[in-house]
């Protein structure tokens, strides 16, 4: 049995009004026809989460093209003319070593470019300033942070902050996994990989100085992975993704120590915002969705990691992650796309069900 979705009309409902003028059942079937979609019943369809955050699962909802093999599907975002930008590492097999790979909002490839990123495309997130979007990359084989337009073209590019004492003698490790952007415009820098620090620097890439440290006691981070601004409260605070500590710990834009959120994190790898929504892709097979009270909505996925991550992709299991990396929530604010750490790469859209 299908069901059918009238699409066009009033309210999307068919109106006493629009009968009448339609002179007739006969008339209204004759005038409906031409756009009446069938759907699929829910039950045929892949599906995760439940209510209003009930989703249908679209794996490999982004391809790449023939000349590029995806490597781990590391970071995803969308410019505000919808094209979407998805960094990855570049297996092996690739003709052309892009790691910054582009489309349209209708999903088909439009370019790609990066090859100085292949094998360390990390972080991707994109900053509008003065009216102009940037992408900014964390790149962790080449250690640096850097700054691009859409296109690709470089503004800046920033390697270890030698003006910090921690790294002033070269030995301590600096790798940077992500950025978010305070409300001022600098730009916010985990060393998630490195020595698990928090870092600023200004838009035109000055170093500014240290924000938040590593350590086990409340106000300390281990392997800060990701982390971005939280406007959902009176004032914005950092949301950093602890992920050595399994939880999101939140902040005060001068680095104290602000909240947590534990409930439902296991291993959270970055956070994006969509109103009152804070969206969690966690390294453990699950993405989550947490409300204003940074309480879990929905988990979509199972949450048990599997030994999948080096497997091809027909041992995957539909409407399971292995491994969520990053995550955004499209244009509409509603659509959700997912990137995951796997060495064959996997973009899945989690749309939203009506």
Known sequence: ?????????????????????????????AAVAPIVKALAPLEDRLIVGSGEHTYEVHHDWLKPPVSIKFGDTHGVAQSRDGRIFVAHTVNGNSIRPNAIVVYGPDRKYIT?????????????????????????????????????????????????????????????????TNVAFAPNGDVIVADGYGSHWIHVWSKDGEYKGELIGPGNAEGQVSN????????????????VADRGHGQVQNFTLDGKHHSYAKEGMRRPCHMKMSGDLMLVPDLSSVVTI???????????????????????????????????????????????????????GRITLLKRVS
């Open 224 to 239: 800060p992975h990701g982390l971005w601004l939280d406007n959902r409260g009176k004032e914005p605070i950092l949301a």
């Open 290 to 344: 947490l409300d204003k009270e940074n309480k879990p909505v929905a988990l979509l996925g199972d949450g048990h990691p599997t030994n999948l991550r080096g497997a091809p992709r027909e041992k995957f299991v539909p409407g399971q992650f292995v491994h969520p990396h990053d995550a955004i929530w499209m244009a509409n604010g509603k659509d959700i796309l997912v990137a995951e750490w796997v060495p064959i």
């Open 112 to 176: 790609s470019w990066g090859e100085n990123f292949a094998g360390g495309a990390h972080g991707l997130d994109i900053a509008v300033e003065d009216g102009n979007e940037f992408l900014y990359h964390c790149d962790t084989r080449r250690r640096v942070v850097v700054k691009t337009t859409l296109d690709g073209q470089l503004v800046w590019e920033r390697g270890r902050p030698n003006q910090h004492e921690v790294y002033a003698d070269g030995k301590k490790p600096y790798i940077p």
């Open 1 to 29: 049995m299908l069901t059918l979705e009238f699409v066009g009309m009033e309210n999307n409902r068919i109106t006493r009004r629009g009968l009448i003028k339609a002179g007739g059942a006969a008339a209204l079937g």
